[in-house]
């Protein structure tokens, strides 16, 4: 088996100056917030592939029933030589897009992005191990920043799955879906994973489940904080908090001082004090309608071909093309 090819735009240290500026941004803000970025260390990342299989929480459950029944239609209509995967982690329900696009005959390469060198590196190698004779080009970068930089020969089809668009607030959105339609040329593809707008009890607990993994996953953020910034900040002394923003139509993820906390962050030579109470965002989760969906696709340059539910109506995909 060859290695497969690895482009690295984002290093160990960048992510560290990052982690910085956003850091100090977030915690000398009123109120205070940092990155969902952030929560993607080994154990968070750990954490998280537990949470998809929780009972409460749907979002991946759904969208994989969504890929079992229209892989191949998408694989049919795209005709794509290259899949990129935008955030691609460990690549499972990508697979279900390779083997189709591999069935209709189009499929000559992958090319995943992630922020984690070392599972891209091992995600590319098992799909260079499963799929002889596929290309495999991984670019270790940052979604929101290094689209410009995406191989793969055209037709692409760029995947952006699990809703994680819904982590970016409306502005992000924009800029996030501009990007990858100038990196797109006329015909190309975009498949966009979107948690739809349900009942908000349903939502609350797929993001506060009884088990309590969410709990430890947002409290773990903290734990990444401590050992990259040198902080000594107490995940025991906050609660897990999760409220549906009937607004914004998004869920909102914070962690919740249960006592008074002083805490201090070495690498920036900064205090941290959070009241009793005192609240700090980790993480917004936006739920979607299908007119909103289709609103920001057009004002970025795309055209909504094909908008695909599960069976309850709970997740979507949408295949947009870019208008010429």
Same mark, same amino acid.
Request: charged fraction near 30%.
């Given at each position: 088996?060859?290695? *497969?090819?690895?482009?690295?735009?984002?290093?160990?240290?960048?992510?560290?100056?990052?982690?910085?500026?956003?850091?100090?941004?977030?915690?000398?803000?009123?109120?205070?917030?940092?990155?969902?970025?952030?929560?993607?260390?080994?154990?968070?990342s750990d954490l998280f592939e537990e949470i998809t299989k929780l009972p409460e929480y749907y979002p991946t459950r759904a969208e994989r029933e969504i890929l079992l029944a229209r892989?191949?239609?998408?694989?049919?209509?795209?005709?794509?030589?290259?899949?990129?995967?935008?955030?691609? %982690?460990?690549?499972?329900?990508?697979?279900?897009?390779?083997?189709? @696009?591999?069935?209709? =005959?189009?499929?000559?390469?992958?090319?995943? @992005?992630? /922020?984690?060198?070392?599972?891209?590196?091992?995600?590319?190698?098992?799909?260079?191990?499963?799929? *002889?004779?596929?290309?495999?080009? =991984?670019?270790? %970068?940052?979604?929101?920043?290094?689209?410009?930089?995406? *191989?793969?020969?055209?037709?692409?089809?760029?995947?952006? $799955?699990?809703?994680?668009? =819904?982590?970016?607030? *409306?502005?992000e959105r924009d800029k996030f879906l501009a990007s990858v339609r100038d990196v797109l040329e006329p015909g190309e593809w975009l498949l966009l994973g979107t948690d739809l707008v349900?009942?908000?009890? /349903? $939502?609350?607990?797929?993001?506060?489940?009884?088990? %309590?993994?969410?709990?430890?996953?947002?409290?773990?953020?903290?734990?990444?904080?401590?050992?990259?910034? %040198?902080?000594?900040?107490?995940?025991?002394?906050?609660?897990?908090?999760?409220?549906?923003?009937?607004?914004?139509?998004?869920?909102?993820?914070?962690?919740?001082?249960?006592?008074?906390?002083?805490?201090?962050?070495?690498?920036?030579?900064?205090?941290?004090?959070?009241?009793?109470?005192?609240?700090?965002?980790?993480? /917004?989760?936006?739920?979607?309608?299908?007119?909103?969906?289709?609103?920001?696709?057009?004002?970025?340059?795309?055209?909504?071909?094909?908008?695909?539910?599960?069976?309850? =109506?709970?997740?979507?995909?949408?295949?947009?093309?870019?208008?010429?």
């Amino acid at each position: 088996m060859t290695e *497969p090819v690895l482009d690295v735009h984002l290093t160990p240290e960048d992510a560290v100056v990052a982690l910085r500026a956003e850091a100090k941004a977030g915690l000398t803000a009123r109120p205070k917030w940092v990155s969902p970025k952030w929560f993607y260390d080994a154990v968070g990342s750990d954490l998280f592939e537990e949470i998809t299989k929780l009972p409460e929480y749907y979002p991946t459950r759904a969208e994989r029933e969504i890929l079992l029944a229209r892989a191949g239609e998408i694989a049919a209509t795209t005709g794509a030589h290259a899949l990129v995967e935008l955030g691609s %982690g460990s690549s499972e329900k990508t697979r279900l897009l390779l083997d189709a @696009l591999r069935e209709h =005959g189009t499929l000559r390469e992958f090319v995943p @992005l992630d /922020v984690s060198a070392s599972a891209l590196t091992e995600a590319a190698r098992q799909i260079l191990a499963d799929y *002889p004779g596929l290309a495999v080009h =991984g670019v270790v %970068g940052d979604f929101t920043e290094h689209l410009g930089l995406l *191989p793969g020969s055209s037709p692409r089809l760029v995947a952006f $799955l699990g809703g994680t668009i =819904g982590n970016l607030i *409306p502005e992000e959105r924009d800029k996030f879906l501009a990007s990858v339609r100038d990196v797109l040329e006329p015909g190309e593809w975009l498949l966009l994973g979107t948690d739809l707008v349900k009942d908000p009890e /349903v $939502l609350v607990r797929a993001y506060d489940d009884a088990r %309590g993994v969410t709990a430890e996953f947002n409290r773990n953020v903290l734990r990444v904080l401590n050992r990259e910034l %040198g902080a000594d900040l107490d995940p025991l002394a906050f609660r897990h908090v999760a409220l549906w923003n009937a607004d914004q139509e998004w869920i909102e993820m914070r962690l919740r001082a249960v006592r008074a906390v002083r805490a201090h962050v070495a690498a920036l030579e900064l205090d941290v004090e959070f009241a009793e109470g005192e609240e700090l965002r980790t993480e /917004v989760s936006a739920k979607f309608r299908r007119e909103g969906v289709e609103r920001e696709l057009t004002a970025a340059g795309f055209e909504l071909h094909r908008w695909w539910t599960d069976s309850e =109506g709970r997740f979507a995909l949408s295949l947009a093309r870019v208008v010429g």
